[in-house]
């Protein structure tokens, strides 16, 4: 009973770091080109070259983008992993900075 209650807890935290995670995706997807993805989102917003955001809400996939240039309140980033490629309206939120 022990070793279940103790998985219990540690899903419980996992499970809140990733729906804390999900709610904070400040950035969307607003074009997409055959090698950029087009954020609505820049530098004003806090965002840096080499910057890397998560597309969130997708469960089967961890697609992740790495922001390649930033102006006022626009970016554009490469797809660096995932399996399937972001859609417009997709949120992102940042996974690591530069």
């Known amino acids: 009973m022990k070793g279940l209650a103790g ?3 540690i899903l419980m935290v ?12 400040p950035f969307q997807v607003t074009y997409l080109s055959a090698e ?3 954020l609505d989102g820049g ?8 910057d890397t955001l998560m597309v969130v809400g997708r469960q089967d996939d961890s697609i992740l983008v ?3 240039f930033t102006a006022g309140h626009s970016a554009s980033a490469r797809k660096v992993s995932g ?16």
């Not at 996992?14 to 995706?25: I, K, P």
């Open 66 to 68: 790495e922001v390649v």
């Open 83 to 98: 399996k399937s490629n972001p859609v417009t309206g997709d949120r992102l939120a940042i996974f690591s900075r530069a």
């Open 36 to 38: 950029y993805v087009y």
């Open 43 to 50: 530098a004003e917003n806090g965002l840096q070259t080499g």
């Open 14 to 25: 996992v499970l809140g770091g990733v729906s804390a995670f999900s709610a904070d995706a």
């Open 7 to 9: 998985f219990i807890s």
